[in-house]
């Protein structure tokens, strides 16, 4: 099927979707727990549990989805179909997931609608998403076009998660200080981000095209199947990477309303979250002049160093020292983590490249539901012990009576170590394994032209064929 050419109309479009990939992911990172806690009225432990739940369905439905996407066969193609339909439910689960549940009601009742409502979210977040980051590998076949498309892509993502951070933040507080009451709260984040979040994936459904050419046989979800991906060395090595990165940011994410309403109380998390996004914005332009002359691993690794110690000393900060330092610091972390907060999904679809070369097929939907799987089942647990180390260390939840309470040493200790230890050892451990990442930039060219000649049933040379072995053992 002859299909429209790639336009800078389709690229800004597609790109604009990932405003609910990283904004939705980033708000629900920084407020959601908070919100069940000190909002709800969740113990800790619960709300974490309540999180957990719903987290390792979502990563249990990220693989089912990418076999379903892989075998969708319609005119409109296989991966908008979903986008479209999940961003007409985007709105209903932002509703339900945010509406203030009355005091009224017993801690059970609470927890079983907290684990109800995310799990509806999850589960459209899965259809969305799992098609989406697989759309991010076939809206273009062209490799230079493809970097660009996932770097504006990326842009608009961290954009968006500046919004749906520094917003939400600034909400929280101005609503925890009494500007204004919950039933306003509900409206700018239940009804106000739904709407933000659902516009861009319609539109997704009308105005972008799918250009990967079609495996001739189905796929069917087994065990198999499901490990498929994993068989390669150059996938497994960026599901890794991707591990370090994204449990990093959500336990950063999480923890940082907590950080300043309680440990470092002359901070603002908007200013932090500011900081933190802001500068990340401004390394855009540096990264874009990268991503195609250098290795990408890299980018990803070269700035952790500085990352890992200035984010060491924002956890053990003083409380009585200037907090201008630890903003300064905050900036520090920002600039060396700018290069891994970006390149996983950029190197996506070069690991798909690899895995279609070795496995001669291109299941991409199981690809990125493998990815997501992995990330959101390690994130949960993640999730989990953040908060069971608040209630092991004795965290006091607001009440009316007391909405703001003073928090014991040992929660405020707890508070300190979950955030910041954790992020120090998961990117340090990012940092070894980014090193050791086969594919290089010549790597991801060579398997391109081999992929081309492939799809175009070209002879190879002898020197071609063994050439083509060697990349395949590198690879896979």
């Known amino acids: 099927m002859t299909q429209k050419p790639f336009n800078n109309r389709e690229k800004m479009i597609f790109a604009w979707g990932d405003v609910f990939g990283g904004g939705s992911q980033a708000m629900i990172g920084v407020l959601y727990l908070i919100f069940l806690t000190d909002i709800i009225g969740i113990n800790p432990a619960l709300a974490a549990t309540a999180i957990m739940v719903s987290k390792v369905w979502d990563a249990v439905s990220d693989p089912l989805m990418g076999v379903i996407s892989d075998n969708t066969r319609t005119k409109f193609g296989r991966r908008r179909p979903y986008i479209f339909a999940g961003g007409l439910m985007v709105l209903i689960a932002y509703l339900l997931m945010w509406f203030p549940l009355g005091s009224g009601l017993t801690e059970g009742v609470k927890v079983f609608y907290a684990i109800t409502t995310y799990l509806f979210y999850s589960t459209v977040a899965t259809i969305v998403m799992v098609p989406y980051s697989s759309l991010s590998a076939e809206i273009t076949t062209d490799t230079k076009q493809r970097n660009s498309t996932n770097l504006i892509r990326l842009i608009i993502s961290t954009v968006a998660s500046a919004v749906c951070t520094l917003v939400p933040s600034l909400l929280l507080e101005q609503f925890k200080a009494g500007a204004f009451g ?129 984010f060491l000393f924002v956890g053990l900060y003083p409380e009585d020292w200037p907090i201008v330092g630890a903003y300064a610091l905050t900036g520090l972390t920002a600039l060396g983590f700018a290069g891994a907060q970006l390149m996983s999904w950029i190197i996506f679809p070069d690991a798909v490249d690899a895995g279609e070369l070795v496995l001669g097929e291109r299941p991409t939907g199981s690809f990125s539901g493998i990815m997501t799987f992995i990330r959101k089942t390690a994130s949960a647990i993640a999730i989990q012990i953040f908060g069971i180390m608040l209630a092991v260390s004795g965290y006091v939840k607001p009440t009316d009576l007391v909405p703001s309470p003073t928090q014991p040493n040992a929660a405020v200790w707890g508070i300190r170590l979950a955030m910041s230890l954790s992020f120090v050892i998961l990117m340090t451990l990012g940092y070894f394994l980014a090193k050791r990442f086969v594919l290089t930039k010549s790597l991801t060219l060579e398997i391109s032209s081999f992929l081309d000649k492939r799809e175009k049933k070209e002879e190879l040379t002898e020197e071609e064929h063994k050439r083509l072995t060697e990349i395949k053992q590198i690879v896979g």
Request: overall charge positive.
């Open 182 to 310: 919950i039933n306003v709260f509900y409206i700018v984040v239940g009804i106000g981000f739904g709407i933000f979040f659902a516009l861009p994936l319609i539109l997704i459904g009308f105005f972008t095209r799918e250009r990967a050419n079609l495996p001739i046989e189905k796929s069917v979800f087994s065990m198999k199947t499901f490990v498929k991906p994993l068989r390669i060395r150059a996938f497994r090595g960026l599901v890794y990477m991707y591990l370090c990165q994204s449990i990093s940011m959500d336990i950063l994410s999480a923890g940082i309303i907590f950080f300043t309403t309680y440990v470092l109380i002359s901070g603002s998390s908007t200013v932090f979250l500011g900081i933190f996004i802001g500068v990340q914005l401004l390394m855009f332009p540096l990264i874009n002049s990268l991503v195609n002359k250098i290795d990408k691993k890299r980018v990803y690794y070269y700035g952790l160093p500085l990352a890992v110690v200035a």
